[in-house]
Structures are given as structure tokens and as C-alpha cells.
């Protein structure tokens, strides 16, 4: 008699699933995180895993795209949310400092710098992923720059690509800062600063 191949489960939520599945990831790391880890955190059984996402590498690999696809990224919303750009950046970088201190849906930190990147050259497809997830929020920062720039809101020859790698940059830095337990406020209080920094013309 053949059996039917597992499917998913009634109560199965992809979403819920893959957030999940990011969070073991991100505190166990790539190696560190079993089967039986992933399973128990996504609610389901190793059949249904391996019949919706495949297998362990799979899963990593649409976790990194569920987590980089995030058109909610705290620190990019906050970005688009205010009108004034020199704010918006302000805002870009201490949503970037909260994010690290006060993510309530998995690990402190980006799961992308704190847990892919150490990836990198050890499992297939991570490279490629971790680079279009750099690209892709400097392009995302890159394209306000120029709206700006149409609005006469910045000089027509500033560098947009440029200083959205800066700031991204600069992201990452705060981050590291923010995780290492150092002064928030004293953080905070240097963003007005570092946004004359970024928005500085040429």
C-alpha cells in the first residue's frame, strides 16, 4: 500500500512558521540549530517540514528571503514615515539602535549581519542572498535620496548611492554599538550629527 506523503498541517501558518524558523536560526546559528529545534519552534512535524520547505538548507535559505523581504524593517519604516529627510535619517538610525535593543519578535540585533553573514562560504546561496540584501536596502535608501533631490530638497549633484552605503554603513556600526551594551542615549544624542554627516553636500 502506498502512503501519502505528509502534508502540511491544518493549523499550519507559513508565515508564523518561517519567523519561527528565523529565531532558531538566529540564536543557534546555521550548525547549531537541529531539526528537532526548528520543528518544536514551528509547531510542526519533520514530515510537514520536509514537505513544505524541504530540508534544513532549503528552510535557511526562505527564512533569509522571509527576513530580507520584510517590508516592515523597523528602521526603514521609520525612514519613509517622516517627511523631512535629515530627520528621516535620524529616525533610520534610532529605530536601528531600538531594533537592536528591543526586538520583541526574536534575538536582539539583524539576524542578517548577527547570523547569515557568519554563513557566508559555508552554506550554498547564502552569499548571493546576503549581498542582495545589502544592495537592496541601499537602493531602497539610494531612491529617497533622489526623490529629494527632485524636490529640491538636496543638491541635484548629491551623491545618492554613495552616502545610502554610508548610512547603511553607519547602521551597522550603531548596531554593534547598541548590542555591545554601550550608552544608549549617549548613541541617540549623536544622531543629529552623524544625519549632517550623510547629508552633507559635495
Known sequence: MIQKRAGRP??????????????????????????????????INSPSLYAVFGDKHQLYLAAIDRYAGDTGC???????????????????????IDYANQNEQGPKGCFISSCVATSVGQVEG?????????TGAEQHLSKRFDQEKESGNLPLNFPSRQRAQL??????????????????????????????MILMPE
Open 10 to 43: 491544518r493549523s499550519f501558518d507559513h508565515d508564523k512558521a518561517l519567523q519561527a524558523a528565523i529565531n532558531v536560526f538566529w540564536e543557534k546559528g546555521y550548525d547549531g540549530a537541529s531539526m528537532k529545534d526548528l520543528t518544536t519552534a514551528m509547531g
Open 74 to 96: 523597523a528602521p526603514l519604516v521609520a525612514f519613509d514615515s517622516e517627511p523631512d529627510i535629515e530627520k528621516a535619517v535620524v529616525a533610520f538610525m534610532r529605530a536601528s
Open 126 to 134: 547564502v552569499t548571493e542572498r546576503l549581498q542582495l540584501a545589502i
Open 167 to 196: 548610512m547603511f554603513d553607519l547602521r551597522q556600526g550603531l548596531v554593534l554599538r547598541a548590542r555591545a551594551e554601550l550608552d544608549t542615549e549617549a548613541l541617540k544624542a549623536d544622531l543629529t550629527v552623524r544625519a549632517k
